[in-house]
């Protein structure tokens, strides 16, 4: 049995949550100051993440509409700042990271 059956990941350690804590802060900052790729890049990871079938302990697909054309990576990271990026998405809003060079997929797709 694995962490993904059994939770285990989800009831992490202070220092895992701590760890998970930094890791999704440093990636709203590198969205928020990297520079940006081009239209072809930009249109490609939307594509990979419209595709994504990656789903959350729940069973909701990663890829979400938040708000309009808004799309995030699980949920929205000001909702909930302690998680696992992997399993429960990075939380970052979509259309800003799909544009930022120093940006990426937490699962490795892009
Ligand atoms: S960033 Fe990665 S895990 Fe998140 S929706 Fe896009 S492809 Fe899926």
Redesign the pocket.
Known sequence: MTDRDTGAALKASSPRKAWNLFYSAGSLIFNLFSPSVDEKLTRSRRE??EG?A?TDPEDRR??RKIKGEAYA??VPFFKKMLRDPKRE??G?Y?NL?WKKRFTG???G??
């Open positions: 990979i993440c994504c990656l990663l890829y990576c699980g998405g990075c970052c979509l990271k997929c937490p699962n797709l892009w």
